[in-house]
């Protein structure tokens, strides 16, 4: 369930007149942009649960943005085990999204948004003690500097809690220059999960990109709070522990 990046975009149009005469040689971004991401982790976690079993994962995406506006609309997919692992069916995660993006002062930007979390066939409405596992949330983001603050909050049940439509996420962070292409990567959330508080937890993730080769690479140490029966697999891996997640992602 991505953490979803917007890589740097590849123009899908060109705008005429972009270049002016003795004006300054940095390119004007066009109205219209679309890009495409391609990458693979070692373990994808989702608000530091694994949703892969600790096992790596294939994942990919598309996006538009409106830079007149700050409009943008996209697509993410990823392969998956726990829906499975919770008795339903299916291996695919295809995320769905929506929103604007903009400032408020010259300090100060925001991002909201709607994004829905289809799991095709999953099956796990059929599974005693389990919801739908498709799930929709509203999302704001404000943001200044590299730290941000993001609240989600869903209009659904969430990722299969029965009754828990209006569960709420909060994700704090900081993304920090390090020099020489390095960035460091800081983060802190908090699941709540309506009637349903003994699944309630915490994550954190400390981390590093860089970007290689045309490729942005990242490492991150990322663990939870939590030790409860619905975060293990049916072998009995503890798909919240603390662990070490390498990811690569090719944007084009």
């Known amino acids: 369930m991505k953490k979803i990046l917007f890589c740097a975009?590849?123009?899908?149009?060109?705008?005429?007149?972009l270049f002016a005469s003795n004006v300054s040689a940095q390119e004007a971004k066009p109205e219209h942009e679309v890009s495409f991401n391609l990458g693979a982790v070692s373990d994808y976690r989702y608000r530091g649960i694994s949703q892969s079993r600790l096992k790596p994962a294939l994942q990919g995406g598309a996006d538009y943005v409106n830079n007149t506006h700050g409009f943008y609309a996209g697509t993410w997919l990823s392969t998956i085990k726990w829906t499975k692992d919770a008795g339903g069916s299916g291996e695919i995660e295809m995320d769905l999204y929506a929103g604007k993006r903009g400032s408020i002062t010259a300090d100060i930007s925001y991002d909201v948004g709607v994004l829905s979390y289809v799991y095709p066939s999953n099956g796990l409405k059929n599974v005693a003690g389990f919801a739908d596992a498709n799930t929709t949330e509203i999302y704001g983001q404000i943001s200044t500097g590299p730290v941000y603050a993001k609240y989600s909050h869903s209009v659904t049940n969430l990722f299969g809690f029965v009754d828990s439509k209006n569960s709420g996420y909060l994700d704090l962070g900081a993304n920090l220059d390090m020099g020489e292409g390095y960035t460091f990567n800081l983060h802190y959330?908090?699941?709540?999960?309506?009637?349903?508080?003994?699944?309630?937890?915490?994550?954190?993730?400390?981390?590093?990109?860089?970007?290689?080769?045309?490729?942005?690479?990242?490492?991150?140490v990322i663990?939870?709070?939590?030790?409860?029966k619905y975060y293990y697999t049916p072998a009995g891996k503890f798909t919240g522990k603390t662990g070490l997640v390498l990811s690569a992602v090719k944007a084009f």
């Open 189 to 220: 959330g908090r699941q709540t999960i309506k009637n349903n508080s003994s699944y309630s937890y915490n994550d954190w993730k400390l981390g590093v990109t860089k970007e290689l080769v045309g490729v942005n690479f990242s490492l991150a």
């Open 223 to 228: 663990g939870t709070s939590t030790d409860v």
């Open 9 to 17: 975009a590849m123009s899908s149009c060109f705008v005429s007149g």
